[in-house]
Nanobody, 133 residues
Framework: QVQLVESGGDLVQPGGSLRLSCAASGFSLDNYTIGWFREAPGKEREGVSC?????????????YYADSVKGRFTMSRDNAKNTVYLQMDSLKPEDTGVYYC?????????????????????WGQGTLVTVSS
C-alpha cells in the first residue's frame, strides 16, 4: 500500500521548535519530489516547502520555501530511511495548522509541485501543529 505518514505535530510555545517527519511506505521517496503544505483554520492550503528528487536537483532549484517561513524552516530528506523532515524553528502563532506532506513522481520541479498541489499523487493524513502560549 502506497502511503505517507506524518508525525511530530504538537503544541509548542512561540519561539519554540518542532521537527515533522513524513515517512513513505510502498514506494521509494528517492524518485519523488516532496512538498509540505499546511492548512490553517479559515485559510486556504499553503505550500510551505518542497524538495526535488535527487535526479531533478541537477536541473532545478532543489528547495522551495514560502516567504513566510524562509530562514526558520528547513526541509531535508533521508533516502535511506525513506523519510523527509521539516525542521521548524522560531515558531509563530501564524504557523499553526495541519501540516501535510505530498509526493509526486511526474512533477519534478518544486514550483510545479507547489502550484499544482491538487494533482499530486500521494498525500499523508496530516499532523497538527499548534503554536500558542
Amino acid at each position: 500500500q502506497v502511503q505517507l505518514v506524518e508525525s511530530g505535530g504538537d503544541l509548542v510555545q512561540p519561539g519554540g521548535s518542532l521537527r515533522l517527519s513524513c515517512a513513505a511506505s510502498g514506494f521509494s521517496l528517492d524518485n519523488y519530489t516532496i512538498g509540505w503544505f499546511r492548512e490553517a483554520p479559515g485559510k486556504e492550503r499553503e505550500g510551505v516547502s518542497c524538495i526535488s528528487n535527487s535526479a531533478s536537483a541537477t536541473y532545478y532549484a532543489d528547495r522551495y520555501y514560502a516567504d513566510s517561513v524562509k530562514g526558520r524552516f528547513t526541509m531535508s530528506r533521508d533516502n535511506a530511511k525513506n523519510t523527509v523532515y521539516l525542521q521548524m524553528d522560531s515558531l509563530k502563532p501564524e504557523d499553526t495548522g495541519v501540516y501535510y506532506c505530498a509526493a509526486d513522481q511526474s512533477l519534478t520541479a518544486c514550483n510545479l509541485v507547489i502550484a499544482l498541489s491538487q494533482y499530486l499523487e500521494v498525500w499523508g493524513q496530516g499532523t497538527l501543529v499548534t503554536v500558542s502560549s
